[in-house]
């Protein structure tokens, strides 16, 4: 699917004859020079559709990284392998008091002071694949034919909300591509990177749930014990995704800063910046506050969002520049695969987000 963008968006650059477009541009581009007259007039709203949906996502990300970072503050603080809402102080506390931090680290405002953080957190959660693998293999765990794959289908849903969250750098695919030296290399990249990124999601979900079962807690490390390797450990992993909150927070506010700053003079850009940056990471603390359950957020962001920017949106982008060139081929295959991929995007979306959003409520209060 990421592919389907990278590739849909270099055949339109011929088209409207620009040299490079984010995927919001991507989105209007296609139904403004579209085949489906009728729809042109949506074009903006297409585009807000796109922008909305990757917003979503990416602040319902730091949302995730929130609550994580909060779990694991509270974990080492009270020496407990149970971290669950209540105590002294609950976790909603905990999650308040990351405002400030947060708030601090939102305030870069350039992407290449936060780039190179990216590789050390890469090399984290390297760390934690690998020692995740170790204390299942320590821990003796049960025969895996034994464990059961989904109970119910509501949480098959929930499981698949939360795998396909792996994919949340759906909507950066197009920075990423205006931002290579060589961007026809896209697809590769993108092969490499996702195959990485699928690796370490297995290697993780499949070797916590062996060895930590049904009880495992989000996020992974929180199942580590508290022996002075694995709390190095937790440490290095909530200062990671501490980082990568940043850098999630940045393309995000990126688009909504694109139309909000249009209500102020140039001069006072820089003051009115920083202001919605600490806005909008009140807001974001607020939410993870009321809804602090990892799993089912996840699930809801994966059901919700992925969904539409990783399967119904690439689908319907692609088929309009294939309706007339080079056509929907022979038993109109290219219109069937639409309809596959786009139907497996709604019952994700509209199951997925209610089970979620059913799931997180439930557990939040």
Do not use: H
């Amino acid at each position: 699917m990421l592919q389907m963008i990278a590739r849909s968006a270099q055949r339109m650059y011929g088209r409207v004859q620009v040299p490079s477009m984010s995927y919001p541009d991507l989105a209007q581009a296609t139904l403004e020079i579209g085949p489906f007259q009728s729809m042109r007039k949506y074009s903006m709203c297409f585009r807000y559709m796109v922008d909305f949906t990757i917003c979503f996502n990416l602040f319902g990300s730091c949302c995730v990284y929130q609550i994580m970072i909060a779990r694991t503050i509270k974990q080492l603080v009270e020496g407990t392998n149970d971290v669950v809402l209540t105590g002294d102080p609950p976790l909603r506390v905990y999650i308040l008091l990351l405002v400030i931090p947060c708030v601090c680290i939102g305030m870069i405002t350039s992407l290449k002071y936060l780039a190179p953080f990216s590789i050390v957190a890469d090399i984290i959660i390297l760390k934690v694949a690998c020692a995740t693998v170790y204390y299942c293999i320590k821990s003796s765990p049960p025969d895996p034919f034994k464990l059961p794959v989904f109970k119910t289908v509501t949480g098959l849903f929930e499981f698949m909300g939360v795998c396909i969250f792996s994919m949340e750098g759906t909507g950066a695919v197009m920075a990423i591509e205006n931002n290579m030296e060589k961007p026809k290399k896209i697809a590769l990249a993108l092969l490499g990177g996702m195959a990485i990124v699928v690796s370490i999601v297995v290697t993780i979900g499949f070797f916590g749930y062996w060895a930590f079962g049904e009880g495992s807690r989000s996020p992974v490390t929180i199942n580590f014990p508290l022996s002075p390797f694995p709390i190095f450990l937790k440490c290095l992993f909530a200062i990671m995704i501490y980082v990568t909150y940043a850098l999630n927070f940045w393309f995000p506010f990126e688009l909504m800063w694109f139309y909000i700053k249009k209500k102020y003079n140039s001069e006072k850009f820089w003051f009115w910046e920083r202001v919605y940056r600490a806005i909008f990471i009140c807001g974001i603390t607020i939410i993870a506050t009321v809804f602090p359950n990892v799993s089912k957020f996840i699930g809801l962001l994966g059901s919700f969002c992925i969904s539409n920017l990783g399967f119904i949106y690439p689908a319907f982008i692609e088929l309009c520049l294939d309706w007339t060139d080079p056509g929907l081929g022979p038993c109109k295959w290219r219109l069937w695969r639409y309809i596959l991929i786009t139907v497996f995007g709604l019952i994700l979306f509209v199951v997925g987000s209610i089970t979620n959003i059913r799931g997180l409520i439930a557990e939040s209060f």
